[in-house]
């Protein structure tokens, strides 16, 4: 079994609300200093600078997983994690019908960047992306689950778009594998603040805005790093672990 060191949670200059250094060299060059082998790029209700990155990462040793945070409905955000571009452009084509149409405003929300592998500008994306799609979450879920991916409610405890805060409960109808927590409690308080989650595995990721964000503390024994391992992991099944190392 191989150590993997894991923030599957990293936006890119796509994302309005990320900082300007989110550039694919950047983006490798920082998990390789912090010893992460293991990111999902994971811009709101977008995936178009996912191959940049990857195409970075080559030959880094730094694995980088197809993601994207999906707003639902209910305004509650998601990770949704797939191994190849193939699913997630399936995926994409599905989120970019049930986005509404409303333009960006670059100097309220910021930028929405898409740019090449050295980080160079290729275009702006224009319709605004930090806002709900029509998709509900159990929608969401069967769309993510037949795909093959994974569908991990982000940063479950934040006021701002976590399942928590927002519905208050865990949807018993959705077989969710991991829960993700925010930077800023580790798994131990987390259960404490809200006993809902006593069943649930959890995960913590950096929620990458700006490359300080990257944490790290999430690391997975597995065999390679694919959805199917990674779900293996989080089921605890065949000799796969994982165990996060929070700062908190
Ligand atoms: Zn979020
Ligand atoms: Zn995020």
Redesign the pocket.
């Known amino acids: 079994m191989k150590k993997f060191r894991a923030d599957l949670?990293v936006h890119t200059v796509l994302s309005p609300c990320a900082e300007i250094e989110m550039l694919p060299p950047l983006i490798v060059s920082e998990a390789k200093v912090r010893g992460i082998n293991l990111i999902a790029i994971t811009d709101?209700n977008a995936s178009a600078n996912i191959s940049a990155v990857q195409k970075a990462a080559l030959g880094s040793g730094i694995t980088v997983l197809p993601g994207m945070?999906l707003?639902t409905k209910e305004e509650v955000?998601v990770l949704c994690l797939f191994d190849t571009i193939d699913q997630i452009i399936q995926f994409q084509n599905i989120v970019d019908q049930k986005l509404p149409s409303i333009k960006n405003r670059p100097d309220y929300f910021g930028e929405q960047l898409v740019v090449d592998d050295k980080g160079d500008f290729v275009r702006n994306e224009e319709r605004l992306l930090i806002t709900s799609t029509a998709l509900s979450i159990n929608e969401a879920y069967s769309l993510v689950d037949e795909l093959g991916g994974i569908f991990i409610p982000?940063?479950v405890n934040?006021k701002?778009?976590?399942l928590l805060e927002i519905l208050g409960f865990m949807p018993d109808d959705i077989p969710f594998l991991a829960v993700e927590i925010s930077r800023h409690i580790s798994p131990k308080h987390a259960k404490e603040e809200y006993p809902q989650l006593n069943t649930f595995e959890i995960i913590q990721n950096g929620?990458v805005h700006r490359l300080s964000d990257f944490i790290g503390t999430t690391i997975f024994e597995i065999e390679n790093p694919s959805i199917r391992e990674i779900k293996l992991a989080l089921r605890k099944e065949a000799n796969r672990s994982y165990n996060v190392n929070s700062i908190n």
Do not use: L, V
């Open positions: 949670h709101h945070e707003q955000h982000a940063h934040r701002a778009n976590g929620d």
